[in-house]
C-alpha cells in the first residue's frame, strides 16, 4: 500500500525553470525521503528531512515539510535536461523499509 | 554508482521456471532490502534482511523467499513464476538501520 503520493503526476517545463512537486501521506512519520530514479535504473537518494524540520536545502533542491498537514514539498530550482527523472518521496513502513509513492516524472526540455 | 551490485541485469524465463536474483550490498551494510517495481504496483517493499537475519516483511509473495549470506550477499528466488511477476527487481542497502538507502541498478525480469 502506498504511504505517500505524489502530485502532479507528470510535469514538463523548460531548462531554467523551477519545477515544483508534493507529496502526501498518511500516518505519522518520523522522516520523509526524496529519491530519483532516471528512466529503468536505480533510485538516487536525494534528501532527508526529520518531522522537526520544515525546511532544508541541498544544492538546488529545497525540501519543505508540514506535518500538521501530512505533506511535503520538492523544489528544483533551475531545472536542467539532466534532471528529467521520476521523483519519488519516501517514508519509513516496517522495520525501516521505505513505503513509497507513484512518483512524479519530471521533463525538463532544452 | 551506489556500490550496490546486483546481477543479472536482465532475465527471461518462462511461466511455471524459477529464478535467483543476487545482491551485493555496500561494502560495510548490514542491512539488505529487496524491491519490486511495476507499473501498476509501482514500487513496493518485499524483503529486509538484517547481518543474516530477516528483519520485516513486506508484499512479499509465497512462491518468494530471500536469504543473507554470512559474506552479506544476498539471493532473491522466485518460483512458480507467473506472467505478473515481470517487474524490476531492487536490492538497496544501508548502514546498521539507518534509513538511507542505497540501490542498486535493479533486474529486469520478463515472464514469457
Known amino acids: 500500500s502506498q504511504q505517500g503520493e505524489e502530485d502532479p503526476q507528470a510535469l514538463s517545463i523548460q531548462e531554467g525553470e523551477n519545477a515544483t512537486m508534493n507529496c502526501s501521506y498518511k500516518t505519522s512519520i518520523n522522516n520523509l525521503q526524496w529519491y530519483r530514479q532516471n528512466s529503468g535504473r536505480g533510485l538516487v537518494h536525494l534528501i532527508l528531512?526529520?518531522?522537526?524540520?520544515r525546511e532544508k536545502h541541498s544544492g538546488r533542491l529545497r525540501v519543505t515539510l508540514d506535518t500538521s498537514k501530512k505533506s511535503s514539498s520538492l523544489l528544483i530550482t533551475a531545472s536542467r535536461a539532466a534532471d528529467t527523472a521520476s521523483y519519488f518521496c519516501a517514508t519509513a513502513g516496517a522495520g525501516t523499509a521505505l513505503i513509497f509513492g507513484k512518483g512524479t516524472t519530471l521533463s525538463v526540455s532544452s | 554508482d551506489s556500490g550496490v551490485t546486483q546481477t543479472p541485469k536482465h532475465l527471461i524465463t518462462a511461466t511455471g521456471q524459477r529464478v535467483t536474483l543476487r545482491c551485493s550490498p555496500r561494502?560495510?551494510?548490514?542491512?539488505v532490502y529487496w524491491y519490486q517495481q511495476s507499473l501498476d504496483q509501482g514500487l513496493q517493499f518485499l524483503i529486509q534482511y538484517y547481518n543474516g537475519e530477516e528483519r520485516a516483511k513486506g508484499n512479499i509473495l509465497e512462491r518468494f523467499s530471500a536469504q543473507q549470506f554470512p559474506d552479506l550477499h544476498s539471493e532473491l528466488n522466485l518460483s512458480s513464476l507467473e506472467l505478473g511477476d515481470s517487474a524490476l527487481y531492487f536490492c538497496?542497502?544501508?548502514?546498521?538501520?539507518?534509513?538511507?538507502?542505497?540501490f542498486g541498478p535493479g533486474t529486469r525480469l520478463t515472464v514469457l
Open positions: 561494502s560495510g551494510d548490514l542491512s
Open positions: 538497496a542497502s544501508s548502514v546498521e538501520d539507518r534509513v538511507t538507502q542505497y
Open positions: 528531512i526529520r518531522s522537526n524540520e
